[in-house]
């Protein structure tokens, strides 16, 4: 069974940084692609980064290009925001995907393995 756990969450305060990780404790990650998703109170599940692990190549939300950066060790996939923003807040969740290919391939549709998430709150 396909299992991802977030760590790295918590309370940042503006302009700060946070390393959100996600492990892949029961296969490899070879083949797949690794999503970040967000999903903040009253709002729709939101894709913020991926990448696909067979060419590297990553995908960036408008919302967080130059800001969050997500790179792959291993087994593991992590994502860092640098410069938070008070619209950053929200669950976040890592998944995983065979379906790597396609313009939509970083939408959360297309995800069918989904760690628990971890919080990330910006405040002053």
């Known amino acids: 069974q396909v299992q991802l756990v977030e760590s790295g969450g918590g309370s940042a305060q503006p302009g700060t940084s946070l390393r959100l990780s996600c492990a892949a404790s029961?296969?490899?990650?070879?083949?797949?692609?690794i999503g970040w998703f967000r999903q903040a109170p009253g709002k729709e599940r939101e894709g913020v980064s991926c990448?696909?692990?067979?060419?590297?190549g990553t995908y960036y939300a408008d919302s967080v290009k130059g800001r969050f950066a997500i790179s792959r060790d291993k087994n593991t996939v992590y994502l860092q925001m640098y410069s938070l923003k008070p619209e950053d807040p929200a669950v976040y969740y890592c998944?995983?995907?065979?379906?790597?290919?396609?313009?939509?391939?970083?939408?959360?549709?297309?995800?069918?393995?989904w760690g628990r998430g971890t919080q990330v709150t910006v405040s002053s």
């Open positions: 998944a995983a995907t065979w379906r790597t290919s396609g313009g939509d391939w970083c939408s959360h549709v297309r995800y069918d393995f």
């Open positions: 029961t296969f490899t990650l070879d083949y797949y692609a």
């Open positions: 990448i696909r692990t067979s060419d590297s």
